[in-house]
């Protein structure tokens, strides 16, 4: 690779990157480079092929907050996106509650649904006729809005399993979109009717590739796109110089930079970063994640897309069935199940694989172990960065930074905060117009 000077260099053509890159093309053709580090664009949102069976290294759908954003994909994509209405669940004491867990508590046990029921009830009142302070983090949170009883019974322990660390570490600038809010009469009428909620949550409803797994987006966005160079990590930024040189030897000069490579990568490639600036990014905290996808021999027992695991038990805090969310991703008769892990031990994996072998039989996922005909491994250092109650403006701080060196650092891991895959999309395309106004 000769070196050549660009307008805009964008490292990394995961969604955030190849959407930067065409919301670039759209406004400016020609006057930037896309570079990737693995030989196929995606990143997080890749989807395997082996012996037939196709799924995704992690699960992702799609749930379009934003209509302009779903206009878009679905221009890009054409007729490939089908809508689907959600089936999700907890696993719950031996039982399957409906998802979210604060609206149906008709489900559960007499035990847990009186130990919920009333800490939610005491908690409305007090919300409602008494006085509450401002909750300092999401253990807080979770008590003022849910109660003591859904905060022992879900809230608490789920989480904890998902982000390895106490909820009372945990920020309140994540929540919205993530964790249903419940009224009064919706807590009511599931318990006095057995009517569920499944419209509560900011997914009820998703879209999904009619075939292909959730890669068919990216190579969507790809085939969109003319310089996209892959096979291309970068080893080393020159801040002063404003170039980024490769493990292949080539070297790219820019005006600006977009980054959507982990934060910490990205600071610890870049020449000349002060030391206050490496501390702050050494306080970052984020959890690793291992998708075991397990190939079987037979088709699913149950038409659910996913289920959450709140108990100690399960080694996963969450089991994916890639094949009831598309049919087309397994051979006619077959099955597909993910275990999502997260913060795996080095060295874990083997045990893991088992012990998700197990409770796959316990649940009943699977009748015998010669059902399943293989285990796909994928391991992920970076999956989700944690909000912790530092986080906000110590991320603040690093990306004011790396503006001033004229770096803009972007999407889940680049801006360091947890979101879906259409928001990564949403972000792009409106911060390009940003950054080209102020770098300009």
């Given at each position: 690779?000769?070196?050549?000077?660009?307008?805009?260099?964008?490292?990394?053509?995961?969604?955030?990157?190849?959407?930067?890159?065409?919301?670039?093309?759209?406004?400016s053709p020609g006057s930037y480079s896309l570079y990737e580090q693995a030989p196929a664009v995606g990143g997080l949102c890749r989807t395997q092929k082996i012996d037939g069976y196709q799924f995704d290294a992690v699960s992702h759908v799609l749930h379009f907050r934003s209509?302009?954003?779903?206009?878009?994909?679905?221009?890009?994509?054409?007729?490939?996106?089908?809508?689907?209405?959600?089936?999700?669940?907890?696993?719950?004491?031996?039982?399957?509650?409906?998802?979210?867990?604060?609206?149906?508590?008709?489900?559960?046990?007499?035990?847990?649904?009186?130990?919920?029921?009333?800490?939610?009830?005491?908690?409305?009142?007090?919300?409602?006729?008494?006085?509450?302070?401002?909750?300092?983090?999401?253990?807080?949170?979770?008590?003022?809005?849910?109660?003591?009883?859904?905060?022992?019974?879900?809230?608490?322990?789920?989480?904890?399993?998902?982000?390895?660390?106490?909820?009372?570490?945990?920020?309140?600038?994540?929540?919205?979109?993530?964790?249903?809010?419940?009224?009064?009469?919706?807590?009511?009428?599931?318990?006095?009717?057995?009517?569920?909620?499944?419209?509560?949550?900011?997914?009820?409803?998703?879209?999904?590739?009619?075939?292909?797994?959730?890669?068919?987006?990216?190579?969507?966005?790809?085939?969109?796109?003319?310089?996209?160079?892959?096979?291309?990590?970068?080893?080393?930024?020159?801040?002063?110089?404003?170039?980024?040189?490769?493990?292949?030897?080539?070297?790219?000069?820019?005006?600006?930079?977009?980054?959507?490579?982990?934060?910490?990568?990205?600071?610890?490639?870049?020449?000349?970063?002060?030391?206050?600036?490496?501390?702050?990014?050494?306080?970052?905290?984020?959890?690793?994640?291992?998708?075991?996808?397990?190939?079987?021999?037979?088709?699913?027992?149950?038409?659910?897309?996913?289920?959450?695991?709140?108990?100690?038990?399960?080694?996963?805090?969450?089991?994916?069935?890639?094949?009831?969310?598309?049919?087309?991703?397994?051979?006619?008769?077959?099955?597909?199940?993910?275990?999502?892990?997260s913060n795996p031990k080095p060295g874990e994996e083997e045990g893991l694989e088992q012990q998700v072998r197990s409770c796959l039989l316990k649940l009943g996922w699977i009748e015998k172990p010669a059902d399943i005909v293989r285990v796909a491994r994928n391991f992920f250092?970076?999956?989700?960065?944690?909000?912790?109650?530092?986080?906000?403006?110590?991320?603040?701080?690093?990306?004011?930074?790396?503006?001033?060196?004229?770096?803009?650092?972007?999407?889940?891991?680049?801006?360091?905060?947890?979101?879906?895959?259409?928001?990564?999309?949403?972000?792009?395309?409106?911060?390009?117009?940003?950054?080209?106004?102020?770098?300009?």
């Amino acid at each position: 690779m000769e070196e050549q000077r660009l307008r805009t260099v964008i490292l990394g053509a995961g969604i955030s990157g190849l959407s930067a890159a065409y919301a670039l093309q759209q406004i400016s053709p020609g006057s930037y480079s896309l570079y990737e580090q693995a030989p196929a664009v995606g990143g997080l949102c890749r989807t395997q092929k082996i012996d037939g069976y196709q799924f995704d290294a992690v699960s992702h759908v799609l749930h379009f907050r934003s209509e302009e954003t779903k206009s878009l994909v679905q221009n890009i994509v054409g007729e490939e996106l089908v809508r689907q209405e959600r089936s999700a669940w907890i696993y719950f004491q031996r039982s399957y509650v409906p998802y979210p867990f604060q609206t149906h508590l008709n489900a559960l046990p007499s035990g847990a649904k009186i130990d919920c029921l009333s800490g939610y009830l005491k908690t409305w009142a007090k919300r409602t006729f008494g006085s509450a302070h401002e909750p300092a983090n999401f253990d807080e949170w979770v008590e003022q809005n849910f109660g003591g009883g859904i905060a022992r019974q879900f809230m608490r322990p789920y989480n904890r399993k998902l982000w390895g660390v106490e909820p009372t570490r945990l920020s309140l600038d994540w929540i919205k979109p993530f964790v249903p809010q419940t009224q009064l009469r919706q807590v009511i009428s599931n318990v006095l009717s057995s009517r569920n909620h499944h419209e509560v949550g900011y997914n009820p409803w998703f879209f999904y590739p009619a075939r292909g797994g959730i890669q068919t987006v990216c190579e969507a966005f790809h085939s969109r796109l003319t310089d996209v160079y892959l096979n291309q990590e970068a080893a080393e930024i020159d801040l002063d110089n404003r170039a980024v040189l490769f493990h292949s030897g080539g070297r790219v000069s820019y005006d600006r930079l977009i980054s959507t490579i982990p934060l910490p990568s990205l600071v610890q490639r870049a020449k000349g970063i002060p030391e206050p600036v490496k501390q702050e990014v050494s306080g970052l905290r984020w959890t690793s994640l291992l998708n075991l996808t397990y190939c079987l021999r037979r088709p699913l027992p149950r038409p659910f897309h996913w289920v959450y695991f709140p108990e100690d038990e399960f080694p996963f805090f969450r089991l994916v069935f890639p094949s009831n969310i598309s049919a087309g991703l397994a051979p006619p008769g077959t099955g597909l199940i993910a275990a999502e892990i997260s913060n795996p031990k080095p060295g874990e994996e083997e045990g893991l694989e088992q012990q998700v072998r197990s409770c796959l039989l316990k649940l009943g996922w699977i009748e015998k172990p010669a059902d399943i005909v293989r285990v796909a491994r994928n391991f992920f250092p970076y999956a989700y960065p944690v909000h912790d109650l530092e986080r906000r403006d110590r991320v603040r701080r690093l990306l004011h930074y790396l503006q001033t060196r004229g770096i803009w650092s972007i999407g889940r891991f680049g801006a360091w905060h947890y979101s879906s895959m259409d928001d990564a999309i949403t972000e792009a395309f409106h911060i390009v117009p940003a950054i080209l106004a102020s770098s300009s």
